[in-house]
Nanobody, 123 residues
């Protein structure tokens, strides 16, 4: 399994932006990547995911049009650009990865996880 380290979380006002980064300890070739979040008292839900090539991405309905997932395989890094943040986006955000042998976006089966980074949006 690959080691994942998230960064970029913090405190932001509603309407603001943050960019999260997830650095992988080894090459991200053949790794589909995803961002999940978990708010207090709630389950961990997928926010966005991207295929290993970056050609395909999928978003939760709640973040479509506001968040963008991208990746730079040369830097072994995945990003989550979050714009127009809302108070309901407040959560711990986790990066996750899984090996895929086809270039597609999985919704389940992620088996490597980061420690998480807190995002707090104030209204």
């Amino acid at each position: 399994q690959v080691q994942l380290v998230e960064s970029g979380g913090g405190l932001v006002q509603a309407g603001g932006s943050l960019r999260l980064s997830c650095a992988a300890s080894s090459g991200t070739f053949r790794l589909a990547m995803g961002w999940f979040r978990q708010a207090p008292g709630k389950e961990r839900d997928i926010v966005a995911a991207i295929s290993w090539s970056g050609a395909y991405a999928r978003y939760a309905d709640s973040v479509k049009g506001r968040f963008t997932i991208s990746r730079n395989n040369a830097k072994n890094t995945v990003y989550l650009q979050m714009n127009s943040l809302k108070s309901e986006d407040t959560a711990v955000y986790y990066c996750a990865a899984q090996t895929t042998y086809s270039d597609y976006v999985p919704s389940t089966g992620f088996d490597s996880w980061g420690q998480g980074t807190q995002v707090t949006v104030t209204s």
